[in-house]
């Protein structure tokens, strides 16, 4: 069956008594939505302060390929296989965007007998978290608009609005637009563009808040634009849109609950995409589970270099989180894509491909254990054309290196499928009180805090700019050179060349382009092409999703 079959046929139970029973939650404290999911009050969350903060795991995984690594299914079934285990365990997971959804990538809910449900819920519109955050993303734009059409007391300088329009979907249309057409009633003539919702600092904030009075204060320092003397900044408190967007994000600051195939407990809540943002989940989410059970799984978007880069360098310095271990996910078919096969030919067997690809697992895994300082798991993600020499050599590979690595089969077999994984898991945090190093330390200038992931994350020989992106930079530095830098790239490589498979090194990254997130707390770089609007592929998902006069939802993986 298809992952969305598998879904339908799920045996759910009302998650109010679910919360009830595993985590005695009362009632009261949790709003459904339907009656499969629902949201935890911020007074509850509050009032769980004084428990003692369990184990917290991160799943990540080599760079991805179109063969898929399969993070969320690993998370969600690890999770599952430790409760099995009776290990009290929650998985914090991100929120879909629709935008991939209705593209290539598919939803983020795991697949086979490793998912969350209500799949299509998730996946599609869920509590409504995105909307508001597009709402208030793009309430601030208006009132930056209607602000220059009736007068611009405050001086903005049009041509240095840095605060764009977003929606949740990919269309590359929308990247560089003109607003105002149409004549003076129109407001004034510019250009503007569109960002997708993932990407926008209000996400950004939302993941990185900590009660609403943290939210509020965020969103009002946003640097939406600067004067006409080009120096002072203009924020979003100036136009008093602060205390409106925080209103917006009522409901979407709270953390959402569902259950897994196996009725275990999730938290679903933000979800940045960790190419062009700091890719994880609400650190409201993480901290709410951390109190609730004893051990927490969490998973950092794409590959290791982008997402868990991100989590330890801005999510656990910001929120001060502990991680005890990481799981690095891999496949023999990303593997073999990595060793230079086409798509159409992963699913035979090729064992000079996957050892010429296996360098992309190696450098991620020496990312993980020399420059993150954790302890790392390797996840063999079973596929069912996975041949035994196949997995015995990468098993073989990973032992002459000193890793862990388990074959775990919960795409096929759920949580009963990952219980050896979980036991390497176990054996590893029980015995170790959690700590980690970060790639760059605060008082780092920031052009040295991008050469240090460059260098040391990608293996890159050099970092360069325009004289004008460098002159940026060192601007920002005067005011905020103890932000973080959150690396805008490609997912698919180490480089900025989406096609350099495998490990490549001692390339030259180019960063063109350096954008404030003052409300965040970081500064995003963007390096080589990325775009922060992505595409639909020449055939998207869209075409094969429909809906069924019963209402029921196929098509959707």
């Known amino acids: 069956m298809s992952d969305i079959e598998i879904a339908q046929q799920a045996k759910m139970l009302p998650i109010i008594d679910i919360a009830a029973e595993k985590l005695n939650i009362p009632a009261e404290h949790l709003d459904p939505y339907?009656?499969?999911?629902?949201?935890?009050?911020?007074?509850?969350?509050?009032?769980?302060?004084?428990?003692q903060d369990g184990k917290l795991i991160l799943v990540t995984a080599v760079s991805p390929t179109p063969a898929g690594e399969g993070k969320t299914t690993t998370t969600v079934g690890l999770g599952d296989a430790m409760n099995r285990l009776g290990k009290n365990t929650i998985m914090c997971l991100r929120e879909p965007s629709l935008g991939p959804c209705f593209g290539m990538k598919g939803g983020a809910a795991g697949g086979g007998y490793a998912q969350v449900v209500p799949m299509e819920d998730i996946n599609l519109h869920f509590t409504g978290d995105f909307h508001a955050i597009g709402v208030a993303h793009n309430l601030l734009s208006a009132m930056i608009d209607n602000h220059i059409n009736h007068g611009n007391d405050l001086g903005i300088d049009s041509r240095r609005i840095k605060w764009?329009?977003?929606v949740d979907m990919n269309d590359r249309a929308l990247r560089h637009i003109t607003v105002g057409q149409g004549g003076s009633a129109n407001g004034y003539l510019r250009e503007d563009g569109y960002d997708i919702v993932v990407a926008s600092e209000v996400m950004a904030i939302l993941c990185l808040a900590t009660s609403r009075a943290d939210l509020k204060e965020r969103l009002g320092r946003i640097v939406i634009a600067y004067k006409i003397d080009k120096i002072t900044p203009v924020y979003a408190r100036d136009l008093n849109a602060h205390g409106a967007m925080a209103a917006l994000l009522k409901d979407a600051i709270k953390p959402n609950l569902v259950q897994t195939l196996e009725n275990n407990l999730a938290i679903i809540h933000g979800g940045p995409f960790a190419n062009i943002a700091h890719g994880c989940n609400t650190?409201?989410?993480?901290?709410?589970a951390l109190k609730l059970a004893d051990y927490t799984i969490t998973e950092a978007g794409f590959g290791a270099d982008l997402g868990a880069e991100k989590f330890i360098d801005i999510k656990c310095r910001m929120a001060g989180l502990k991680p005890s271990a990481v799981v690095l996910v891999a496949t023999a078919r990303a593997l073999k894509s990595h060793g230079g096969v086409a798509k159409e030919g992963l699913n035979n067997e090729n064992l000079e491909a996957l050892e010429a690809g296996f360098?992309?697992?190696?450098?991620?895994?020496?990312?993980i254990t020399q420059h993150y300082g954790?302890?790392?798991v390797v996840c063999i993600n079973h596929f069912t054309f996975d041949t035994e020499a196949e997995i015995a050599l990468i098993i073989e590979k990973c032992a002459a290196l000193g890793a862990k690595c388990v074959v775990s089969k919960h795409w096929a077999e759920g949580g009963a499928g990952a219980e050896d994984l979980a036991k390497e898991v176990l054996a590893i945090v029980d015995n170790r009180e959690p700590g980690f190093t970060y790639v760059y330390d605060d008082k780092l200038p920031l052009w040295e805090k991008i050469e240090a992931v460059a260098t040391k994350i990608y293996a890159a020989a050099n970092v360069t700019a325009s004289p004008k992106v460098k002159a940026e930079i060192m601007a920002l530095q005067e005011q905020y050179g103890d932000f973080p830098v959150?690396?805008?790239?490609?997912?698919?490589?180490?480089?900025?060349?989406?096609?350099?498979?495998?490990?490549?090194?001692?390339?030259?990254?180019e960063i063109t382009e350096a954008r404030l997130a003052n409300g965040a707390g970081f500064i995003v770089v963007i390096a080589g092409n990325m775009m922060t609007m992505p595409g639909l592929p020449k055939v998207p998902a869209a075409e094969r999703i429909d809906i069924t006069d019963a209402g029921v939802i196929t098509g959707l993986f």
Do not use: W
């Open 374 to 376: 954790l302890p790392c």
């Open 283 to 288: 650190v409201t989410a993480t901290k709410t």
């Open 34 to 51: 339907g009656h499969y999911k629902a949201k935890i009050s911020l007074e509850y969350i509050d009032s769980l302060t004084e428990q």
């Open 164 to 166: 764009k329009r977003v």
């Open 359 to 367: 360098v992309n697992l190696e450098r991620h895994l020496n990312n």
């Open 486 to 509: 959150c690396m805008a790239k490609t997912q698919m490589s180490f480089s900025t060349n989406p096609m350099a498979k495998g490990a490549p090194s001692g390339h030259t990254v």
